[in-house]
């Protein structure tokens, strides 16, 4: 199992969190591709919530030219958004 360092600390909803600790091997590259997004976002200085989750992974898939990658992304953004609130 490919260890992340626990980003989803950072995360305000508490629900989206514990959706990636606990889907184990499962969502395993859309973790890695959430801890990077979480990641640039902190770099960036800016609050970790799902808006910005969510930008972070459309820049990255208006970016990226592999499309196994863009389809982990894609995957992820709709995680991301399934589990955002509709008056953000």
Known sequence: MIQQPDIYSALLDHSLSEHFRHAGEVLAEEAIV???AIRHI???GESI???NI???????LEV???VVHADVIRNTL???VGHTIDDI
Request: glycine residues 4%.
């Open 34 to 36: 959430l801890g990077s």
């Open 42 to 44: 902190l770099v960036r």
């Open 49 to 51: 919530n799902n808006k």
């Open 54 to 60: 969510i930008l972070a992974l459309v820049q990255r």
């Open 64 to 66: 990226t030219t592999d």
């Open 78 to 80: 709709e995680i991301v």
